[in-house]
């Protein structure tokens, strides 16, 4: 009778039991959202400004307690990186991903891998070639425009033409293709503009004073003009022209970094393209917020350039 009664007693704690909560999740609710923020590169001044506008938003996401946790990883510019950082991502629980991507080929897999786990993706400030089909949404600028009022800026301020030379970013990134294309679409065009060279410089500033010092030395009078496709390269290619005495040349490039913005003050570089690289990144963020929260998002977001010179420097 003892042993039937014992029986019964622990049935009915089982029973009980399976009714309470597990230990420790009385409050805890629903299991909040992680974002993977993957980054370009942490080293070009336009990405450290960018990278950290992210960190402050989404540190502050957190703390206001929208999200539970979320990490940086770094891309170091190499899709390869960038391909097994979203793994990473995968493994530490990330539920959505920012992507800022290297290249619009070598870094179109981090979007097959987050379509595979069914984890929303928003790309940002470049694109790769499956953005438009498997992101859930895309912030950036139209970088074709960027290399039209280069070009165009280039034109309108030597009405009578010349030799001009091209320092691209990294060969393969979405930006340096477009704002190639947009250069193209204006001084090809032109029978008074001839391109004497074109060369990767890969967004770094000494790379293009070694081709800005060579160019000089190569054309001498021929070279009027160096198109660059971001403001690294084009403040060190100014530099060098204008050390030399040639600040008759005009080098221009995209951004409006705090550097080149001081030259474009002073008179040292005569403009540059303003690119808000802050805004993007910000706006991406908040359309991840928006995703958790379950609401319809725009599938591309245009942020645009502005043509920065000695008249309206002072505004940015």
């Known amino acids: 009778m003892k042993s039937t009664w014992f029986k019964l007693a622990v049935l009915g704690m089982i029973g009980i039991a399976s009714y309470l909560p597990a230990a420790g999740q009385q409050n805890s609710g629903p299991k909040k959202p992680v974002i993977g923020y993957i980054c370009k590169n942490t080293t070009d001044t336009f990405a450290i400004g ?17 999200i539970g946790n979320w990490y940086f990883y770094d891309g170091q510019s190499d899709p390869v990186t960038q391909i097994s950082l979203m793994d990473t991502a995968v493994s530490q629980g990330c539920n959505y991903i920012i992507f800022l991507p290297a290249e619009a080929a070598g870094s179109a897999p981090v979007l097959d891998k987050a379509k595979e786990k069914n984890i929303p993706i928003v790309v940002v400030n470049s694109r790769t070639n499956n953005t438009t089909e498997l992101a859930a949404a895309y912030v950036g600028s139209n970088d074709v425009q960027a290399g039209e009022m280069m070009a165009q800026f280039v034109r309108e301020n030597i009405p009578a033409g010349g030799g001009w030379g091209h320092i691209q970013g990294p060969i393969g990134n979405s930006a340096q293709v477009e704002r190639g294309q947009g250069i193209h679409n204006i001084l090809d065009k032109d029978p008074n503009w001839k391109l004497l060279d074109e060369q990767p410089g890969n967004w770094l500033g000494e790379i293009a004073t070694r081709f800005a010092e060579d160019w000089r030395t190569k054309y001498g009078q021929g070279l009027n003009a ?66 958790i929260n379950g609401k319809t998002v725009a599938k591309e977001t245009w942020i645009d350039f502005v043509l920065i010179t000695k008249e309206n420097v002072n505004q940015y």
Do not use: E, H
């Open 50 to 66: 960018y990278n950290n506008a992210a960190r402050t938003k989404l540190d502050g996401l957190k703390r206001d307690g929208v």
């Open 226 to 291: 160096i198109i660059c496709d971001n403001d690294d390269m084009s403040s060190a290619a100014q530099n060098v022209m204008n050390a030399q005495g040639r600040t008759d040349i005009i080098c221009i490039g995209v951004d409006g970094n705090p550097g080149p913005l001081s030259m474009v003050k002073s008179g040292d570089l005569l403009a540059t393209i303003y690119q808000d690289g802050i805004g993007q990144v910000s706006r991406g963020i908040d359309l991840v917020v928006d995703l």
